[in-house]
């Protein structure tokens, strides 16, 4: 764990720092970051959309193209960061989005890290944009078509946010919207993704949706680089043996931090903590989504540009292995949610009956865990939870059984373990404090 290069931590903080600018896809830790914003203080981002645009972009070299970190005073490895979501708003007013597919001899080894021209070899190369459609993606040394991806079933999807709703396109809109591609997709003047509505996808037409943003990528810098979008237990296995330059040994993948989790709980009022690896933590953020269904089956979902406002607060000494999760009321599982003054009642009465002198208190938390696989994944999420709270794994798998639930933020590995916690290892934890923020007096 390093602060290599981080001479952020040497300037004084600000109380709050504004985030426009975006990395090239990696997170390294050697890298100066923006701030340091006070302890306390607030991160204001217009983030990129994530996936797709990227995706066609392989100068960008991470599958996202998310914000410089930002230092937080007073973090250290082994503290962690409570981020507080004020607000999520999202500026673009359309976007497209699919199924993908692999364009084999376009990649060396990963298509999300090592894009490579198939005509010149070229690594990384950078593009020029010919014309609109799925042909539109050209290197910009030779013109060859130069996409990793393209669409295996498509749509492109516009929004009334004032009302909350989406639909997706027919041919000739959607042809229209790419040639203004980036006004519509509201790209960041410091963006240089490719934006997806170039590509006018439109194997959906007519199929209306709900509006319900939330953060895709959110969290601290790992402790060594690693590509943006396989800082998590699922890609993250991707940089195993890989041939490319990022390509890592099993045992490095405890450097991740678990930032990218495409969990549909990530949004305005929650508060999400997570692991300080690197002096200064390095709070970044990016792959804004309009909407998902929870395991983003697809693979991918509709990413949008957006600005959000984010209070940093650190823990100390909370010694954290990933996020903790604490989602707001609303998005708990219903045994998961906190009793009501009428219920505690009913069951004093209930206890009393059969000799029961104490009822437990409790709040919940939602314990993120990764893995190659959805079962690796729960795994991980069910011993992150029994170190962090002192208990056995079967004790966590009865206490998320009857009050909580486990639940899939991303296919193949991303899980939440949601249950409710004893106030007493949640005081041990150092975790009480926030809970009772959140959710109130147990």
Known sequence: MSDKGNKSSEKEALRTV????????????????????????????????????????????????????????????????AIFIEDITVTSL?????????????????????????????????????????????????????????????????FDHEAGVGVTLPKEATERIAQEAKKYAALPDNSIQNPVLILAPHDLVGVATRLRPFLGQLGTTPSMPMPDSHNAGDFGVFLVNAPHEYGIKEEQLLNRSDGHMDISDVREGAIL????????????????????????????????????TLKVRVLKNVNLEGPVLLPRHDDLPYLARPLSYEEKEKVAKLAKQFGVKE?????????????????????????????????????????????????????????????????DRLEKAGLLEMAVKQYGEP
């Open 359 to 423: 009822i437990e208190k409790s709040l919940p938390v939602s314990v993120v865990g990764t893995g190659a696989d959805l079962n690796k994944a729960t795994d991980n999420g069910l011993e992150r939870a029994a170190k962090l709270f002192g208990m056995s794994v079967p004790e966590v798998k009865n206490r998320a059984t009857i009050s909580g639930g486990i639940r899939i933020g991303r296919h193949p590995g991303v899980v939440q373990v949601i249950f409710r916690v004893p106030i």
């Open 94 to 158: 359309a976007t497209a989005s699919g199924n993908d597919r692999v364009i084999e001899g376009r990649f060396l080894g990963d298509p999300y890290v090592a894009g490579k021209c198939p005509h010149c070899g070229t690594l990384y190369p950078k593009t020029v944009v010919k014309g609109i459609g799925p042909e539109a993606i050209r290197c910009a040394n030779c013109g060859t078509e130069a996409s990793p991806f393209a669409f295996a079933h498509g749509y492109t999807i516009a």
């Open 273 to 308: 903590i997570c692991p300080v690896k690197v002096k200064g933590g390095g709070v970044y953020v990016g792959d804004m989504h309009a909407l998902q269904g929870d395991g983003e089956i697809a693979g991918h979902t509709c990413d949008v540009s957006g600005t959000t």
């Open 18 to 81: 504004f985030v426009n600018q975006f990395t090239n896809g990696i997170l390294d830790p050697s890298k100066p970051m923006l701030g340091p914003v006070k302890d306390g203080g607030h991160i204001v981002a217009n983030t990129a959309p994530g996936c797709w645009g990227p995706m066609i972009t392989p100068e960008i070299r991470g599958g996202h193209e998310v914000t410089v970190p930002v230092a937080v005073e007073r973090a250290e490895p082994g503290d962690a960061i």
